[in-house]
């Protein structure tokens, strides 16, 4: 079955940075889409950032732009989010996500969710 384990979050200062990872398994990592999400507390969740199956195409929410960085490994079924000058309203459980369809658009629907974790930044 589908499996996706996000690590890497933790309490960081505003300004810092933070890696977060996510471990896939149980599909063919390659033909499909990621992407990271997040929620913060009385908010709904909101993509933060997307990868297509090649790695080739990405997009990013306008409000991470310029400061956050997807990225995948195929060859390690891996996906990554590089978070540069963190904001205190970038607090929030990040969600690694599979998209529903295989070889498609990145903007396509994410059916399949990790647990989370938790993104905390301090001011």
């Known amino acids: 079955q589908v499996q996706l384990v996000e690590s890497g979050g933790g309490l960081v200062q505003a300004g810092g940075s933070l890696r977060l990872s996510c471990a896939a398994s149980?599909?063919?990592?390659?033909?499909?889409?990621m992407g990271w999400f997040r929620q913060a507390p009385g908010r709904e969740r909101e993509v933060v950032a997307v990868i297509n199956w090649s790695g080739g195409s990405t997009d990013y929410a306008n409000s991470v732009r310029g400061r956050f960085t997807i990225s995948r490994d195929n060859a390690q079924n891996m996906v990554y989010l590089k978070m540069n000058s963190l904001k205190p309203e970038d607090t929030a459980v990040y969600y690694c996500a599979r998209s529903r369809d295989r070889l498609t658009n990145v903007h396509g629907a994410y059916t399949y969710w990790g647990q989370g974790t938790q993104v905390t930044v301090s001011s």
């Open positions: 149980g599909f063919t990592f390659s033909t499909y889409n």
